[in-house]
């Protein structure tokens, strides 16, 4: 944020436009996004990819990042669990895990991972998880980016909307998108747990990911849009 606002004012020639020392760049009007991401590394730099490995053939979309702009605590275990709470969501009713673990490549230098963290929206506190395992809802996994190729510290989610636990887990139609744009409105409005208030900035963006259902488990075609979230603690 700072950096890009001193990059705006040496622009406009407000500041001195470069540290001593530095040769002087010049910018053109139009200055094109970096390939460098902020906050975050493309897996596919590094053989990675923006989809899950349910199975070896097909996945889930790595529909959301968590950049490592947001606040410190969000990507540590313990601050993104209450963070995570603080947006509905919780893990798995009684540790228990239903559905087998999904394995994902950041292109960090791990290689294929199997998630770090499996969370379902509990809608309505008093029951928790467990309600919604019977009903189903809103449910990520999480990886974070930290192999040591890219130990960026960011989190990589896979968000989808299923179908109740009868359906066994099934992804409701267009539950990739749905899924996505819950949590990430739940994000953007604000939240709070245990007296923290949070609030994301989201940056939405195309062309990482090929939309349709092409390698998507399911075959539930996805619109190929990822959030990429900012968590300001308030
Ligand atoms: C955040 O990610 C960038 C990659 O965009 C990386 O260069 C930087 O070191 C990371 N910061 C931290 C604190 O890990
Ligand atoms: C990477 O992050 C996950 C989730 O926080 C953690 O369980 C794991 O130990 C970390 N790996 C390393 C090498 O630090």
């Not at 506190?125 to 009903?135: D, Q, V």
């Not at 267009?174 to 409005?189: C, H, K, S």
């Amino acid at each position: 944020m700072l950096k890009n606002l001193l990059c705006l004012a040496s622009l406009l020639s407000l500041v001195p436009a470069t540290p001593l020392g530095q040769r002087p760049v010049a910018l053109p009007a139009s200055v094109k996004a970096p390939a460098e991401e902020l906050g975050w590394a493309d897996p596919r730099a590094l053989g990675g990819q923006f989809i899950d490995f349910t199975t070896p053939r097909y996945g889930e979309p790595l529909n959301v990042i968590i950049s490592n702009q947001s606040d410190p605590f969000v990507l540590t275990d313990a601050g993104f669990r209450l963070y995570y709470k603080s947006i509905g969501f919780s893990e798995e009713c009684l540790g228990l895990h239903y559905g087998h673990v999904h394995k994902a490549d950041l292109g960090d230098g791990d290689g294929k991972k199997s998630e770090h963290i499996l969370a379902r929206q509990h809608y309505f506190p008093r029951w928790g998880t467990c309600w919604e395992s019977l009903i189903g809802g809103n449910h990520f996994r999480a990886w974070k980016q930290n192999g040591t190729l890219a130990n960026t510290g960011a989190w990589f989610l896979a968000v989808s909307k299923e179908k109740d636990s009868t359906k066994n887990h099934m992804i409701v139609p267009d539950g990739y998108n749905i899924g996505r744009d819950m949590l990430v409105e739940n994000a953007i409005t604000g939240s709070y747990w245990g007296n923290i208030w949070w609030r994301a900035d989201v940056e939405w963006r195309e062309g990482l990911l090929e939309p349709g259902y092409r390698g998507i488990n399911h075959a539930i075609a996805q619109d190929g849009r990822i959030a990429i979230l900012t968590i300001h603690r308030l």
